[in-house]
């Protein structure tokens, strides 16, 4: 167990749909980083926050946003779904918020898009 | 643009085996180069490397970084059943610190 905690773990919902993923990290990290994985494209990097500020962005559709709350847990907001979305969505916590560090990862939540 | 590959993509040995998983990268920024073991869920951290030519090792696994040629490679000595999985590389920036990841080289083994 990695102490990062996701809900829910699974979603199925139909296309045009918005849905919100939400990560808690382990006690004491700042960093909250969001991945996509699917079987074609892998394990994608979204987005990143640190202390309640976006850090970094990967390639995350404009469908997409994110945001880190005061007690630091994050949720991810996913919209007008699209079949194409269905993957594994990992959170992702670590220590600081620049350079790399080790990143502990959420038990995911594998959302369908039917 | 930022890229990781992992080489072989899949491999197949018996118990008690030594399996050497190959990583190449090009990360803007480079600072670190990790490894995770992923099974059917989470990635699990194993290593993280900053230092070119200092191996890290826990148990039968071991790692080292070499950046001249902008590569890693994960050692698993006297394989087990239990190390089937797909192992992650993923080289990381010394700005945000986002992970750019390889596509993972799946390894089975075979009792």
């Known amino acids: 167990d990695s102490g990062v905690t996701q809900t829910p773990k699974h979603l199925i919902t139909a296309t045009g749909q918005r849905v919100t993923l939400r990560c808690s990290p382990r006690?004491?990290?700042?960093?909250v980083y969001w991945y996509q994985q699917s079987l074609d494209q892998g394990l994608q990097f979204l987005i990143q926050?640190?202390?309640?500020?976006e850090r970094a962005k990967g390639n995350i559709l404009e469908r997409f946003s994110a945001q880190q709350f005061p007690d630091l847990h994050s949720e991810l907001n996913l919209s007008s779904l699209e079949l194409g979305d269905s993957a594994l969505y990992f959170c992702?916590?670590?220590?600081w918020g620049a350079g790399t560090y080790e990143q502990y990862f959420g038990p995911g939540t594998r959302l369908t898009v039917t | 643009e930022d890229k990781v590959v992992q080489s072989p993509l899949s491999l197949v040995v018996h118990e008690g085996d030594t399996v050497t998983l190959n990583c190449s990268y090009e990360?803007?920024?480079?600072?670190?180069l990790l490894w995770y073991k992923q099974e059917k869920k989470a990635p699990t951290f194993l290593f993280m490397l900053t230092s070119s030519g200092i191996e890290k090792k826990s148990g039968r696994l071991s790692s080292i970084l070499d950046k001249k040629e902008l590569s890693s490679i994960l050692n698993i000595t006297a394989t087990q059943t239990g190390d089937s999985a797909i192992y992650l590389c993923?080289?990381?920036?010394?700005?945000?610190?986002?992970?750019?990841f390889g596509q993972g080289t799946e390894l089975s083994v075979k009792p």
């Open positions: 990360v803007t920024n480079f600072r670190s």
């Open positions: 006690s004491g990290d700042l960093s």
């Open positions: 926050y640190y202390n309640g500020e």
């Open positions: 992702a916590s670590s220590r």
């Open positions: 993923a080289g990381g920036d010394n700005q945000g610190g986002k992970l750019i």
